[in-house]
């Protein structure tokens, strides 16, 4: 054999070894990493191994007016709470929207049974904290968690319980943060409702409150659910989000209802959609009509309906207040509106309920306790 090839044959003899030992590196690396995510998703379970149950099953609940992401939450963390070894159902408060009805009927989920007192059960709620939120009965229930997007609010216990809250768009994504974390996979059916949730929560990934955790959330499920347009399914979503077919206006008003207390003040608001301004004025003297006759029915001393239009990340909001106290307390909680047309007070950049509405109520009433 010639100089020549013998060293070529060396020189490659060389490179297959070192390949060899740069693959079993690489096949090593992957093995440990493998490890520590097996390590860290055994004790993410464990930290909610002790969960204070006292009987089962956990209920997992979501608010009063339920929309799709406190709906399709309770149902996924109920499945991973199963995962878990913890025998939990989903329920909800009371009827859903058309948009959940859509989001679960897509995904071929049922919507869940009523939970018509949570007097004595053992429950985890799910995007929300406040009691006046929750279903009846919930001052005497035996909470074990909360998984929530929102400020903290007044429900507590004295024993331990999983509490889980996150400065992120939908409560959905927290969920499947949490199936990360835990080291389960996501079912078909699952992904799908969960995806549907983000899509809403969010407006499409338009809403203020969007995270980046939000979209990567989004496009994961996406792939698991076997969604390729999810644009088209936002705008599916936000179709049925503006539909109130077969609701009466007292029901639009409290079709996605939420109560506030800060400094011994209650107060309520309901969000309703709207395609264009032209609408959103009609839903405003209609929503109008119908609060007084509709304040009489929940336990509050103020009452707003904010009507919104959202095109792309524009975001118009028509606030209407209940008159006496709401308004006077509304138009001192937030003087710089843009208009007020003889019903509703205005904000052409948006007056959010999450974001600046019920922070800019509440910091009101704590600098202004009412006497």
Not at 68 to 81: E, G, H, K
Not at 212 to 240: F, P, R, S
Not at 274 to 295: F, H, Q
């Amino acid at each position: 054999m010639k100089n020549g090839t013998k060293t070529i044959l060396l020189l490659l003899l060389a490179v297959c070894l070192a390949a060899g030992g740069f693959l079993a590196g690489r096949s090593a690396g992957r093995d440990q990493v493998i490890k520590e995510n097996d390590a860290l998703h055994a004790a993410n379970r464990s930290s909610v191994e002790k969960m204070n149950v006292e009987e089962g099953p956990v209920y997992v609940i979501g608010h009063k007016s339920p929309d799709s992401d406190t709906v399709c939450s309770a149902i996924a963390y109920a499945r991973l709470l199963n995962l878990l070894g913890v025998e939990a159902e989903a329920r909800i408060t009371e009827d859903v929207s058309n948009e959940t009805e859509f989001i679960l009927s897509e995904a071929g989920v049922e919507i869940p049974p009523v939970l018509e007192d949570a007097s004595g059960e053992d429950i985890f709620l799910v995007d929300h904290s406040e009691y006046a939120q929750a279903a009846e009965g919930m001052k005497d229930a035996h909470i074990v968690g909360v998984l929530d997007h929102h400020g903290v609010g007044s429900v507590n216990t004295g024993h331990q319980l999983v509490y889980e809250a996150k400065p992120i768009g939908a409560t959905a994504t927290i969920v499947w943060l949490d199936y990360q974390n835990y080291g389960f996979e996501i079912d078909k059916s699952t992904a799908h409702i969960l995806l549907g949730a983000i899509l809403s929560d969010t407006n499409g990934f338009n809403g203020s409150t969007t995270t980046e955790a939000d979209k990567q959330a989004a496009a994961d499920l996406a792939k698991i659910a076997g969604v390729t347009d999810t644009e088209g399914l936002a705008k599916k979503i936000h179709l049925e989000a503006l539909s109130y077919e077969g609701f009466s206006d007292e029901e639009i008003l409290f079709s996605d209802y939420k109560e506030y207390e800060a400094s011994g003040v209650k107060y309520g608001i309901g969000l309703v959609n709207a395609y264009d301004e032209e609408t959103a004025a009609d839903l405003a003297k209609r929503m109008k009509a119908v609060m007084a006759e509709g304040s009489k029915k929940v336990d509050v001393d103020m009452l707003y309906a904010s009507v919104g239009i959202r095109e792309g990340d524009v975001k118009i909001d028509y606030i209407v207040p209940l008159d006496g106290q709401s308004e006077e307390t509304f138009k001192a909680a937030f003087p710089n509106y843009d208009e007020y047309n003889g019903t509703a007070y205005i904000f052409r950049s948006g007056l959010g309920r999450k974001t600046k509405f019920v922070p800019g109520m509440t910091d009101f009433l704590v600098a202004h306790p009412h006497e």
